[in-house]
Nanobody, 113 residues
Framework: QVQVVESGGGLVQAGGSLRLSCAASGSIFSIMAWYRQAPGRQRELVAG???????NYADSMKGRFTISTDNAKNTVYLQMNSLNPEDTAVYYCRMTVLGRNYWGQGTQVTVSS
């Protein structure tokens, strides 16, 4: 059974940092991506990365967020720096394996001003 589990969310002050983790089990991922959804807004892509390490970012996250992998642990990380209240959202991890997508339950990130 494929499972995707996010962790690392929490409450942080503006200007602070958080590191999110996404651990996948049951299969080896080929692509992992972070998405986020703020209240009243559509889910949006934050960043994605392939198992080989190729990454892409949404424009508003470039320079502040860094996505990385630990292939031995089948885990992907999202380092988030210089957080601002507009980054408040539920952050979801999506794993792609053989063309199928698997989503985690999400982890809440709240940035206070």
């Amino acid at each position: 059974q494929v499972q995707v589990v996010e962790s690392g969310g929490g409450l942080v002050q503006a200007g602070g940092s958080l590191r999110l983790s996404c651990a996948a089990s049951g299969s080896i991922f080929s692509i992992m991506a972070w998405y986020r959804q703020a209240p009243g807004r559509q889910r949006e892509l934050v960043a994605g990365i392939t198992r080989g390490g190729s990454s892409n970012y949404a424009d508003s996250m470039k320079g502040r967020f860094t996505i990385s992998t630990d292939n031995a642990k089948n885990t992907v990380y999202l380092q988030m720096n210089s957080l601002n209240p507009e980054d408040t959202a539920v952050y979801y991890c999506r794993m792609t394996v053989l063309g199928r997508n698997y989503w985690g339950q999400g982890t809440q990130v709240t940035v206070s001003s």
